[in-house]
């Protein structure tokens, strides 16, 4: 079964940067788009960023843009999201999961519903 692995959080003071990774174990991603979640606590989870196939295309939530760069490296079979200028808001546990395209554009926020979630990887921002 699908099980997607994300790592790479921590503690950051706001104004810091951190870069996450995610990872599928036994699964090529190449052939997929994939996002970004986040989960703050007592909060839904809610769409960050995505990336699309072949060609790269990336879009971004609202709250996150000129701030946040999603990329993929099919090669390592990973997809990162680097993050700079980070807020106190963007606290939370980010995850990674199989994303829609739609007219050849990645959905944030929106998941494909094959395998599963992942244990997250938790990013918490404060002095």
């Known amino acids: 079964q699908l099980q997607f692995v994300e790592s790479g959080g921590g503690l950051v003071q706001p104004g810091g940067s951190l870069r996450l990774s995610c990872t599928a174990s036994?699964?090529?991603?190449?052939?997929?788009?994939v996002g970004w979640f986040r989960q703050a606590p007592g909060k839904e989870r809610e769409g960050v960023s995505c990336?699309?196939?072949?060609?790269?295309?990336?879009s971004y939530a609202d709250s996150v843009k000129g701030r946040f760069t999603i990329s993929r490296d099919n090669a390592e079979n990973t997809v990162s999201l680097q993050m700079n200028s980070l807020k106190s808001e963007d606290t939370g546990v980010y995850y990674c999961m199989l994303a829609p395209i739609v007219s050849h554009r990645c959905i944030v926020g929106a998941r494909v519903h094959f395998g599963s979630w992942g244990q997250g990887t938790q990013v918490t921002v404060s002095s």
């Open positions: 036994g699964f090529s991603l190449d052939d997929f788009a």
């Open positions: 990336i699309g196939t072949s060609d790269h295309t990336t």
